[in-house]
Each structure stands twice: as structure tokens, then as C-alpha cells.
């Protein structure tokens, strides 16, 4: 027989793993001696000892170690342990694959703001390839709800910064036409959620900075230059939101920005415009 020091030196484990995995019955002395209270160990018990080391670099927590050890006399005792242990496994692979999934789609939309963004007016063609909308019909503080849903169906797939897609282009209390909407790494359908492509939308775009609801003299702007240029502001009008409230801090509003971008039909403006 081996003392416990002998014995932890054969098994590269510590005294006091040894009288923990003995509290827990994983790994019993062969005997203990009444008067010291030491522990003794055989031939046996090294051989569980390299049981219980295999398992669980198998990974199987000491728990299942000891009820294997209490189940099993072989082998082919241990096949439907590996069998449960490896759909354990690929569960939670595809948890974390999941997870890693939100977590990027949320890296994606704490991005720092982009350093070219310019105050002044600007004309510009709008294309993005792949987005996915969740329509919303209400007031307009309900588009969260739309992003809630987008994020939690298809957020993983995400690009950039969200949008959100107004298709009234005049104030709607109630009853308002909405699409909360965001950029997708490649095409594809989604219950409850629209799909489509942008392609070569001619706009006039300009940065809001501040609370949103307060975007009135933003817009102001724009259309005053629409009117002098001749062109016909058409819905939806479309606002990027580069920097908002998050998904989990609000943040201070009085440091959102937003790209307000209005659609126009130039096909409406002749000489008697000014260009």
C-alpha cells in the first residue's frame, strides 16, 4: 500500500485533490487508518486514479466521473456516457456559435463614428445590396419594436449601422408607414421580416446631430434645397442611424448622430429652377 504522499506523487495529483475527490467518492482509499486518520492507497486505486485523469481530460465534469465510475465495469459500460457527453458538446458548440454570432452583429453596431461625416448637403446615389426590414404601422417612438424583432431574427447577419425607412411624407400621429431596416451580409427570407435590394436611389443627404423627434429644422433644410434645385422629394425618407441609443446604454442623445437622406425625382426639374 502507498501513503497518501506516495500516492500523490505517482498520480501528479495534490493531497488536496486526493482528500477532495475522497469526500466526493470519486477516488476512496483502500483503507484509513482509524487512529491518524491516513489515508492509504493500492494498485486499484491507481488505476482509477488514471480513470478519473482520462475522463476528464474527456472533459466530463466529477460528477459524471463518479457516477461513471459507479456504473461502469468496461469499456462498452462507457459507450453511452461518450455518446451523451459528445451531444452535449455539439449543443453547446452551437449555442456559443450563436452567441459568438450576437456578439459580433453587436460589435458591428458599436463601431466608432465614421470620421468623413459631413454637415453640409450633399447629392448622392443610394445602393445596398442586401437589406432586411421589419414593417411597422404606428407612432413613430414604436420603430424600437421593429428593431427589437429585426435584431432578434436576423441580426447576425448585420452590417453597419440600422436605418429606419419612413414612407409618409407627411406627419402621421398615429397611423405612421415604417420599416426598421439594416444592412445583410448576403441575400435571404426571414418570416415576419422583408427583403430587398437598393440600387441607384438619387438623394440629397445631410448629418442631424441631437435627441431624436427634434429633426424638424434638419428637414427643413433639405427640402428648401430640393425646392431651389427643382427636384420632387419622394418617400420614404430614410434616416441611418450612425449613432444612437445602444442595445443596452442609452447613452447621452444630445451626442446621436443621424443621416437624414431624402429621395428625389429629378425628372421634375426644368430651366425655370435654379441650378
Do not use: W
Not at 47 to 72: H, Y
Not at 129 to 137: F, G, M, N, S, T
Not at 145 to 151: I, M, P, Q, R, V
Amino acid at each position: 500500500m502507498l501513503s497518501i504522499g506516495e500516492f500523490s506523487q505517482v498520480t501528479r495529483m495534490t493531497i488536496k485533490t486526493l482528500r477532495y475527490y475522497h469526500e466526493l467518492g470519486i477516488l476512496v482509499p483502500i483503507r484509513v487508518d482509524q487512529t491518524t486518520g491516513y489515508r492509504y492507497y493500492d494498485d486499484k486505486s491507481y488505476n482509477q486514479a488514471t480513470a478519473v485523469i482520462a475522463l476528464k481530460d474527456m472533459g466530463f465534469a466529477l460528477l459524471e466521473i463518479k457516477t461513471i465510475l459507479d456504473e461502469c465495469e468496461s469499456e462498452d459500460d462507457l459507450h453511452r456516457f461518450i455518446i451523451q457527453k459528445l451531444k452535449d458538446i455539439r449543443s453547446k458548440a452551437a449555442e456559443l456559435k450563436e452567441l459568438e454570432d450576437r456578439l459580433s452583429a453587436f460589435e458591428r453596431q458599436i463601431d466608432t463614428e465614421p470620421p468623413d461625416l459631413s454637415d453640409e448637403i450633399q447629392e448622392i446615389t443610394l445602393t445596398i445590396p442586401h437589406l432586411l426590414a421589419a414593417p411597422i404601422r404606428g407612432r413613430y417612438d414604436e420603430l424600437s419594436a421593429g428593431f427589437k424583432l429585426l435584431y432578434k431574427k436576423g441580426g447576425r447577419y448585420g452590417v453597419g449601422k440600422p436605418y429606419g425607412f419612413y414612407y409618409d411624407l407627411e406627419y402621421q400621429e398615429e397611423d405612421a408607414r415604417m420599416e426598421a431596416a439594416m444592412e445583410i451580409n448576403r441575400k435571404m427570407h426571414i418570416d415576419g421580416l422583408k427583403y430587398r435590394r437598393i440600387e441607384n436611389l438619387s438623394c440629397v443627404k445631410t448629418i442631424y446631430r441631437g435627441q431624436y423627434g427634434n429633426q424638424g429644422g434638419t428637414y427643413l433644410k433639405l427640402f428648401n434645397y430640393c425646392h431651389e434645385k427643382g427636384y420632387t422629394p419622394t418617400p420614404p425618407i430614410i434616416e441611418h442611424f450612425i449613432k444612437g441609443p445602444g442595445i443596452i446604454f442609452t447613452g447621452n442623445p444630445k451626442n446621436y448622430v443621424t443621416e437624414c437622406i431624402v429621395l428625389i425625382d429629378k425628372s421634375q426639374a426644368t430651366h425655370f429652377f435654379p441650378r
